[in-house]
């Protein structure tokens, strides 16, 4: 409790602080804990935070008037020992009591009780003043004060890296994104579209999950430098180790060349806030805490008693601060298993990796109660960018092991972990490679190493040669759906328009018992015929009904691809990555969108298509077929056309992904791969399924046949026995050629100009 003297202001504790006068006038200002109101006399409990025990006030029952738990006051009056067998030494008789501010005693949810966690953290303005966790208010202030003097006298520098990063530092994929796009405040305009609020940042960004990207770019700077910065984790957990924000205390030293110096800087620290803390008052009050009964139920762990705090700092204080290899901890876990002196839920293995129970019993019995240090680690087990061990001790000949070490301590486990870092160019990008973050050779050691060492990151996502953090194959967060479903169109009325004179003859190639002038023995032929039968501009007719509906469709077709892409994980990972089964699903599910409304616009151009077409317009086809045919007309081929281009958009998908990875590793926008890369995938996938398609041909073109079982077509399996009987299994092949002369260069333009319009919107996002 603060008191106040006379007209100075000692910082004193006024329930036992010897610098409190005896006797004398005291002022003291507080919230009122409990009262307790008798007849000629009332007692009240105030506490201020400083002090895990309340003061003791002496009031008269008019001065208790008013007075209830939660109530500020200030109160003036004489101090004076309590009478033998209290618990206080003093106690305040009042003078005068006044009453900060109005309180409604009735709502105040704070009373003389136990209260959970759950409750308290419903009351995040009120919860402090529990006197326990007052108390670790003010025992965090104090570490942080020593932390700061410690650093200080050794000339490490401070700093404060920023909160909001790109880099996903740690590379396990759980951070928090940072966006102000609100879903909750989306809402709609009056035509129905949906306004979607900019993303303030123009790349991706997350809260932090380390500092140490920053840290060690900052050590080349000025040698040393520490910070105690907020951290962030999007761990989906419940346990009291995993938290979604907390501080960590992260340093980075230059020029170290060997481990024990790390491992000395961090037992001296510890060492160091261990004195300082038993020797300081609030180190006193949390020992009072722990002997104490009456806090058991505010303090979260109570299980740890007096007596075992105590042994806990004088391990940190003493010792005897044991280091042992993770080769030599492995073989004193199976030596105890197998002297049955413990069981393990997890069997210890050098390949598996130390699991909590296997720390805790290391921690008890080498540490002896007290902190322990593991050393070398196998390297299979830690990120790229940690140096090999120098101690011969701490390989094998099997499995190679770093330079790093976890410190471990009883029940905590693991407490700080650090590593030497690998400097030498040619080791790193061996490593980075063995990682599968590059390629070998992708880098030569004569390139600009601040370009080929990205941030610190088991994200092989992070890596490219200028050092940027975004993927090209992963679409920003930025682009926007109008953009993707542009690059989408231009795109599908790219690849229509620019190879639709050779879809016109694989129409024709596929028709079943067609009319004896409209029988073609190939390409060219059919090409010439026509030219010089129904002239040259026959090639084109139907173009306009491909150009109204490959737009929209198209724009569905590839912003349906990107969504389920990115919903599957098929944008993790970034260009190193291989995701087949995500880019099937994609695109299987984008062409089963695009073909709802691109399917009627397919039926109207075959019908322009065929020889002695009679419509003059695709309106007047589509006027037409719906007159004599029916709406159905325009989806009796829709079941036929997924059987075909569900499996040929997977099989094209799955391939362009595939080819596309290999020719070009880095990710980068390269048109020569993307053509080449959709050209085979498109070619593969079209000599699968042209079965197929010479069934969708059959039941499209059904309305212009003359021959009354053609006509009379309703299925898939009808359509399939029909040319099965009249042409055998060549029938299923009619028009092969041309169909893949015509989807290579089709999927090449598609996919090229997709990507070219992808790349053009991404730079033009990055611009701005």
Request: glycine fraction near 8%.
């Amino acid at each position: 409790m603060l008191c106040q003297v006379e007209n100075a202001s000692p910082l004193a504790f006024a329930s036992s602080d010897p610098d409190c006068p005896s006797s004398g006038t005291l002022r003291v200002n507080g919230f009122v804990r409990t009262v307790r109101k008798q007849k000629r006399v009332a007692f009240a409990a105030v506490s201020d935070g400083s002090s895990l025990e309340s003061l003791q006030v002496v009031l008269s029952p008019e001065q208790a008037e008013g007075l209830s738990t939660g109530i500020a006051v200030t109160i003036t009056g004489r101090w004076k020992l309590s009478p033998a067998g209290k618990e206080q030494t003093h106690e305040l008789h009042a003078e005068e009591v006044q009453v900060l501010g109005q309180h409604d005693v009735s709502t105040y949810p704070l009373q003389k009780k136990y209260h959970t966690p759950e409750f308290l953290r419903g009351l995040p303005h009120l919860r402090s003043r529990l006197p326990f966790n007052s108390l670790l208010l003010r025992l965090r202030s104090q570490l942080v004060s020593q932390l700061t003097e410690y650093f200080s006298k050794r000339d490490f520098v401070q700093t404060h890296p920023p909160v909001i990063t790109s880099s996903d530092c740690e590379g396990a994929g759980e951070v928090f994104v940072v966006s102000t796009d609100n879903p909750l405040l989306k809402h709609q305009q009056q035509d129905g579209s949906s306004i979607n609020h900019k993303i303030f940042f123009h790349s991706q960004k997350y809260l932090t999950v380390s500092s140490q990207l920053h840290l060690e770019a900052l050590a080349q700077s000025v040698g040393k430098v520490w910070t105690l910065s907020p951290a962030f984790r999007a761990e989906k957990s419940d346990t009291p180790r995993h938290l979604s924000e907390f501080y960590m205390l992260e340093a980075e030293v230059a020029f170290v060349e060997k481990l024990d110096e790390i491992m000395d800087l961090i037992e001296d620290m510890l060492r160091a806030l261990a004195l300082g803390l038993k020797a300081s008052r609030v180190g006193q009050e949390l020992l009072h805490a722990r002997a104490s009964s009456s806090w058991g139920k505010d303090i979260e762990n109570s299980s740890v008693t007096q007596e075992a705090l105590i042994t806990r700092w004088n391990g940190f204080i003493h010792g005897p601060w044991p280091r042992i290899t993770y080769i030599d901890a492995i073989k004193r876990l199976e030596a105890a298993v197998a002297q049955d002196k413990i069981t393990f839920k997890f069997a210890p293995s050098f390949h598996s990796g130390l699991q909590a129970e296997h720390e805790r019993f290391l921690a008890e019995t080498v540490g002896q109660g007290g902190p322990i240090f593991i050393t070398d680690y196998p390297r299979a087990q830690k990120p790229f960018y940690m140096a090999p061990s120098t101690d011969e001790t701490g390989s094998t000949d099997a499995e190679p092991t770093v330079a790093c070490f976890d410190l471990l301590v009883p029940e905590i486990c693991e407490l700080a972990g650090g590593s030497m870092r690998e400097h030498r160019l040619s080791q790193l990008l061996e490593s980075m490679d063995d990682h599968g973050l590059i390629r070998r050779g992708q880098f030569t050691e004569t390139q600009n190493t601040a370009n080929t060492i990205p941030p610190i990151s088991n994200d092989p996502s992070t890596l490219t040669t200028s050092g940027s953090l975004e993927c090209y194959e992963s679409l920003p967060p930025n682009f926007s759906l109008s953009a993707n479903m542009l690059a989408g169109a231009f795109a599908g009325i790219a690849e229509h328009s620019v190879m639709y004179p050779i879809d016109l003859l694989k129409t024709r190639m596929q028709v079943v018992n067609p009319s004896p002038t409209a029988v073609y023995t190939g390409i060219s032929n059919a090409m010439i015929t026509i030219s010089r039968v129904e002239g040259f501009r026959t090639l084109w007719r139907g173009l306009s009904s491909v150009v109204l509906g490959a737009g929209p469709a198209h724009a569905v077709y590839f912003a349906s691809y990107e969504a389920v892409k990115h919903a599957m994980g098929g944008n993790e990972g970034g260009k190193h990555e291989h995701h087949p089964l995500a880019a099937a699903v994609s695109g299987a599910s984008a062409t089963i969108a695009s073909d709802a409304l691109m399917n009627p616009f397919d039926v109207i151009k075959q019908r322009m298509q065929l020889h002695g077409s009679i419509y003059k317009s695709i309106g007047h086809c589509a006027k037409t077929v719906f007159r004599t045919e029916g709406f159905t007309a325009f989806y009796v081929s829709y079941p036929t056309t997924l059987c075909m281009t569900v499996p040929f958009t997977a099989l094209q998908f799955m391939a362009y992904e595939s080819i596309s990875k290999t020719m070009n590793p880095t990710g980068r926008y390269d048109p020569y791969t993307h053509c080449a890369a959709g050209g085979l995938a498109g070619g593969f996938a079209a000599g699968l399924t042209t079965p197929l398609d010479v069934i969708k041909t059959l039941l499209q073109t059904r309305g212009t046949a003359t021959d009354l079982e053609l006509r009379n077509v309703s299925g898939l399996w009808q359509a399939a026995a029909i040319i099965k009987r009249r042409d055998g299994y060549r029938g299923f092949f009619r028009g092969l050629k041309p169909r893949i002369i015509t989807t290579m260069p089709s999927t090449a333009i598609c996919w090229s100009a997709y990507e070219m319009a992808k790349a053009f919107f991404i730079a033009r996002n990055e611009s701005r």
